[in-house]
């Protein structure tokens, strides 16, 4: 695992989150070593007003587009893994699911890896 | 951003919400160096029953008005910075939104300034 | 607080999601030293789609069952108390809520002791 919570405006298909989620999973794959196999992800859609965003900050103008995208993975990616992970996820994003760039927020939560169980009871990466 | 994640009991209006989300961006601000247009938030209410706690853990008298808050954020506050935080932000919650300080509820998780994309495929803290 | 996150697939009973609630809080008071009245927990259940996992990564074989966990709590488990929750908590939950083991994902967020407030604006653990 890495964990994927990807959260958009309501309004748009289940396609269109899955479109998303399959453009992180590929900007991963190919970025940040994840296996093709390791895709957890939870999608979901909110509705206008609890889906908060500022419109301008660091003067990237954000539209209800807006996709958020939380990502628990294990520690130990470098700093210029992650920056090629968040070009990538924006390019493909934007490709698959005519997203703006602008409007692809990522944020990385890093854990160790006795910190997963994928079944079974087990700690399959302790 | 800190991302903050709000969690509420169903049979609110989301201007509920909204105001709760206020108070809390309103603290984050005064106490914790977050600049006011660095806001993004993810609100939702939830059935009885989908949202658990204990109604006196730590001696604390809980109610059904609960309010949990879960901020993703940059590590290196100080331990009293985050004190100043708590206290301002379940002040600021009663305030705006009626919302016992007994029943304000919140966790931080602390990343690296590495970990996130604000828009455009950049790392633009990084 | 632990606080838990329980995501499962839409189309069962709400006492289903707290059967496994129970199940998972259960294995944390007798693994991980929490406290039996310590319990938060936001459960809910996701659309077809918007529960997105691999049938078979680490050679495991998954359904619709899945039960996808995710806990923020104190650091200082070590790895062997980790490993005795993940056998609990899917022994528990294949007991409790009729789910494969194989179905049950644990992820584990650890954050530092202040990092808590559990209402009144205090941070107790501080």
Do not use: C
């Amino acid at each position: 695992m890495p964990l994927v919570r990807i959260a958009v405006m309501a309004g748009k298909p289940a396609s269109h989150r899955a479109a998303v989620g399959d453009a992180v999973h590929r900007a991963m794959v190919e970025t940040l070593n994840v296996p093709a196999k390791d895709r957890f992800q939870i999608l979901g859609e909110l509705a206008q007003g609890d889906l908060v965003y500022d419109p301008s900050y660091l003067d990237i103008p954000r539209t209800d587009g807006l996709v958020m995208v939380q990502i628990t993975l294990n520690a130990g990616r470098t700093v210029e893994m992650k920056k090629a992970f968040y070009a990538k996820a924006a390019e493909y994003i934007h490709a698959a699911a005519g997203v703006r760039k602008e409007d692809v927020l990522i944020s990385l939560v890093e854990v160790t890896k006795e910190n997963w169980s994928f079944g079974n009871g087990i700690a399959q990466y302790a």
